[in-house]
Every structure is written in C-alpha cells, then in structure tokens.
C-alpha cells in the first residue's frame, strides 16, 4: 500500500462521502478571511458600546445608514431601483431598505433582528429613602435570572418628559469618570436561609433597588434628606422633579464595555448581544450590498421582542405593514404580492453549547461555539409550541445560498426538548404569510449581564444576511 493511500479503508470512503461532517469553523474559514473577521468584530464592538437601549441602537443606526446614503421614506414617493430608505418608528425600532432591479411583486429578502435586551426597568415611582439610603424600584424586563443582577456595576439610560414637554435624554454611568449604580446582595455569613430558596426567590423582583445615593442633603432634622439630596441633583442636572419620573423611560443595564475574551481573543463579552448581535450583522449587511440587488433588501430592527413582540415598535406592529406598503405603493404593487413571495431571516440568537451545563443540551441537535452561524428550522416549547417552523425546502434553499457564499453555518435547536425553549420574531413574520426561517449566532450565558459569543459565528451571520440579501437566485 502507497503511503498516500495508508488508512483510506473502503469504510472510511464511505463516510466520508455520506456522513454530515461537522467541523470547527477554523478548520472551514476560508483562507485570508481572519482580518475581515477581526474588523468586522471590531465595528460590533462599537456598535454594543454605543447602543445599549433600542433608543440609542436606532440613533446609532440611522447615523451609519445616512452615511451610506440612505435616506428617510417619504410616504408615496415613487421608489427605483438602488434609491436606499428608512423609517424611523418613534425613535424604537427601524426599517430600512435598498430597492432591488426586481419590482416588488418579485418578494423582498428580509432580515429581522431586534435590538431590545433584558434589563431593570425603573418603576413610575421609583425613588424612595430606606434608613437613610436611597433607592430606584425596578421591575424588570424580560427573562432575567434576578440574581445575577446584584453586586455588578450598573449604567442608567433612557429619557425623561418633563411636565414642559421637553424631552431630556439620560446615560449616567458610561463615560470615564461617572457614577456607576448597584443592586445589593446579602453576605454569605448572614444568607443562612437565602440558601434555601429556591432560584427565582433566591433575589426576589422587589429586592432588585438600586442603589443611588447616601449623602444627607443639609444638617436640618428633616426626613428623607437622602432623597433629597438625589432629587436635587437631579434637577439641577437635568431640570427635573420627583413627579417627571411618571413620564420618565429608565432603564438600568450593566456598566461594561464589550471586551474581547480569551488570551487568543477568539470570543466577545458584553452586555446585550441578544439579539444585538444579530441586529449589527442585518445592518451592517445591508450597509455593505455591493451594488443593487436583485430583490429589495430590507432590515428591521424591532423592539419588544423579550416581551412578546408586544406594542407599535413590536413585531407584531403594523408599522411594518406600512412601511412595506409605502415600499410597494412607490412601485405600484399590491404588498400581498410582495409578501407570498418574500423570504425572512428572523435573526435571533440561539444557546450555545456549554460543556459546563452539558445536560441542559442534547449535543447532536446543540449549537457550537466557533461552527458558525446556526440555522434554527423551528424554535418554541414543549412540543414546538410557539415556533413557526420553516419547510425543508426553505432550510434547502438557505443551505444552497450558504453553500455558494462561502458561509460558515450549522444546524441546531435551543436545548434539550422538554428542557425549556423560546421563541423570536419568526413567527411574526411568518404570519404575515412570508417565507421565515430562524438563524443566528450562539451565545453562552445568554440573557446574563454578561453575554458571550465566538466572533466567528457573529462574522459568519453578517456574511449569512449578507448572501441572502446578494443572492440572485429565483425564488
Ligand atoms: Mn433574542
Ligand atoms: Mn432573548
């Protein structure tokens, strides 16, 4: 036997020619690709830092579009083809879109992704004064594990509507220098019968307060002169009264900036990268088409998606119906013409496997670190409860474009069945009677203060959005 052909059984032949090879997407990276990669990571990392509230997300992506040309959606205007457009819902969420050569009754490529992520909303009367210590009531914003936002570094973002009507804008907590804020936690010497409870009481929701401040306002015997002291700072900063919290959209997310993770620095860790980390890579896609596509590309960037797509800057929102009506009525269209021949990538972000947490996964049908972006066929719970569930020909027809565009990917499902589940915008769309398909990047520690992705799979969903919105396949 040849030295060449030592170890090349009939067997083995074989399984190389029928089994699904699964490999690290290092050992599939096509060759000159890492510095792409690295840049494209680092651009992420920016747009994490900039935006950690859909408010500032929508902010920093109309400023990146208009640079790239785009340009607001003038209700009835007519649209050709290249003309690059965007609506802006209520400063929340953000539909943009580059008209393809093919008149919209031939579908639009569309790519969904929201820029919500779970954090502790301040109540409507969140300030008070406990034993001369003085804090914000928080109810929180999604699908927390509520210990694990006590005794880290907090920021507080959002806008107050002042009873004038002026709208201030706050971020507190971000620059060099700022404040930071904290919610507290019992010492392990004292938490006797914290032990015992069980995970969701360990830290009740009403214990999440955050800390603000302990200095008394003057030496007057007066009560709450804590309060006071915060109440004052406030007003002389931004102009407001205890009574402007009622109009007031708070949030407190965590103080960190994104970082890179690993001494081979392979893995990015920040606050929010569900689903941010699919938003940037729909966006920047979008912003990057090399030339006018064939079908209309279009990026919504939704909020609202950890509470149920809810609400006129949800998902479920018609402000998408219009905006695609506004695109189809530029062409004359019907938008129902558009829509049964559309395609969505609802791109959310999936669980990766955690070797630390192994029996959560079923590993043959689990999400890897650095294997890609990763196709979810369906999502849901207990049973597929909630997902939409694309066909196998949609999976085909994605696999076939993925395939030509050199894209990284794999395919997995959240978790081990009957383990828990979850769901995206998918079926949003897919309602609407569009052709939608789940697909993104797996993330450790998802919905933790502090998020974890391999910035291979984050390149690889960019160059994923990318091919689809390029592709110039029929149907
Ligand atoms: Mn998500
Ligand atoms: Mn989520």
């Known amino acids: 036997m040849s030295e ?3 170890g090349r059984t009939p067997a083995r032949e074989k399984k190389q020619a029928l089994f699904h090879q699964k490999k690290n ?8 690709e890492r510095q792409a990669m690295d840049d494209y990571c680092a651009g992420y990392k920016t747009f994490l830092d900039e935006g950690k509230i859909e408010r500032e997300c929508v902010t920093y992506a109309v400023a990146l579009a208009e640079a790239e040309g785009f340009r607001p959606l003038v209700p009835g205007e007519a649209l050709s083809a290249g003309d690059k457009v965007y609506v ?4 929340k969420s953000l539909f943009l879109a580059v008209i393809g050569t093919e008149p919209l009754d031939r579908g639009a490529v569309i790519g969904a992704a929201h820029i919500d992520s779970p954090r502790l909303d301040l109540k409507q009367n969140p300030l008070y004064e406990d034993r001369e210590l003085a804090y914000l009531k928080t109810h929180y914003y999604g699908g927390i594990k509520k210990y694990q936002w006590t005794t880290i570094p907090l920021a507080l973002h959002g806008l107050v509507v002042l009873q004038s009507g002026e709208t201030v804008s706050i971020r507190i907590g971000e620059a060099p220098g700022d404040p930071q804020f904290t919610v507290g936690d019992l010492l392990p010497h004292l938490a006797a019968d914290q032990a015992k409870k069980t995970m969701g009481d360990i830290v009740s929701a009403e214990q999440l307060n955050v800390f603000i401040g302990s200095r ?3 030496q007057d015997e007066e009560s709450d002169r804590v309060k006071l002291t915060i109440l004052d700072l406030l007003h002389e900063k931004y102009g407001m009264v205890e009574e402007d919290f009622l109009s007031a959209e708070l949030m407190a997310v965590p103080a960190v900036k994104a970082v890179d993770i690993g001494l081979d620095r392979s893995a990015i860790g920040a606050y929010g990268q569900d689903d941010r980390v699919c938003s940037y890579a729909c966006l920047k896609a979008l912003l990057d088409l090399e030339g006018t596509p064939a079908r209309t590309a279009v990026c919504v960037l939704a909020d609202k998606e950890e509470i149920g797509s809810v609400g006129v800057t949800g998902m479920q929102s018609a402000a998408f119906d219009f905006f695609m009506e506004d695109l189809c009525r530029g062409q004359g269209v019907e938008p129902r013409r558009c829509y049964e021949k559309a395609f969505c990538l609802s791109a959310d972000v999936t669980a990766a496997y955690d070797p630390n947490f192994g029996e959560a996964y079923e590993a043959r049908n689990s999400a890897f670190f650095n294997y890609g972006v990763c196709i979810s066929k ?12 694309a066909s196998a020909e949609l999976v085909g027809k994605v696999r076939r474009v993925f395939a030509g565009a050199g894209v990284v990917w794999q395919l997995a499902e959240l978790g081990k069945t009957d383990q828990g589940g979850g769901g995206t915008v998918a079926a949003y769309l897919a309602n609407r009677n569009i052709d939608t398909i789940d697909a993104g990047v797996p993330v ?3 919905h933790a203060p502090f998020e974890t992705t391999a910035k291979l799979d984050c390149y690889m969903t960019y160059k994923a959005m990318k091919a689809l919105y390029e592709n110039r396949e029929e149907g």
Not at 378 to 389: N, V
């Open 444 to 446: 450790l520690s998802m």
């Open 4 to 6: 060449e052909n030592k």
């Open 378 to 389: 369906y999502t849901g719970a207990r049973g597929k409860s909630g997902a939409s569930d």
């Open 88 to 91: 802006n819902n209520r400063g």
């Open 25 to 32: 997407g290092y050992d599939r990276l096509p060759a000159g």
């Open 216 to 218: 008394p306002f003057s």
